[in-house]
């Protein structure tokens, strides 16, 4: 099952900074070689449901082993059977009616 | 590793009344013995992240299979390394600072 | 418009336990007037639109005067032009199915 | 008080496609005059706190106006008394530790 999702991993008891929690999680989505894209609040990423999640999960593993004692994170989940749809083309979907 | 998880899923395609797709990501919740909480815009869950994502997985699947074409899911997820915590324990934590 | 809203207030950069401000929280919608039910991983609300929104400003206002230079809460907001619906309601809508 | 926000908008009992819908948002925000910036899965918006929510519920009531009878929205919501930071910042803070 194809999945696109988007997610924001944010670290608690760290202080207010973190950007190097939320990097590092760009680095696990680039190891398991999965196609995301950030933006300022989340990562869109794209791919096969259980190597995404896999993807997630290793994202909880390693901030929580850069020090962060709790995580709360925002995951959206989209699934269709009706037809392919990559990021890409859900963005087109509303460009294309924007003319 | 143990998680607390909010999860919303919305089908899409299907109409106004979404009730019954509901129900049925309660069953699979059960049909898992996983502890479960709905609420009026949502269900807590707790356990096991595996298991925890297999069931929200087949909640998708299941979904699907009852004639949704698309969903779109929002998902909580709770990680911490310091404490064990219930979903009890957090509505606790609230209402203690509340008397 | 009426609206039925899901809020989760995290304060970030005042370490990891956050149960005072949530509480705080459910003072302002306490003294809004706001009908309103605590679950482990948020807060559902109920009423009126601009009431609602208003009340969910006054706390990222009073979490910030508690001290937490950083706020990022997550809203689930659902209206509906069909037909009148309470948060019992929603929730009956997938216990009835569940029989 | 400042705000970014990040706004999804899924209308429901209008069937599979809903580009138009978000196409609409699109316009309320670029009327309100509103930083923004559509991504696979939402749209960053930036902006006095007042105005971002008064165009979110303009959003709901023009997509009830197409026709859609039920709307769930999933928003986040970032606010910081610490310093200034724009959406453009949150992402620099990100990219710049991936170096």
Known sequence: MKVIVDLCVVPMGVGISVGKYVAECQKVLQEAGLKHQLHAYGTNIEGDWD?????????????????????????????????????????DSVTKMET
Chains 1, 2, 3, 4 share one sequence.
């Open 51 to 91: 190597e995404v999640f896999a993807a997630v999960k290793r994202c909880h593993e390693r901030v929580h082993e850069m020090g962060a004692p709790r995580i709360t994170t925002s995951i959206k989940v989209g699934t269709r059977t009706d037809r392919e749809q990559s990021m890409q083309d859900k963005i």
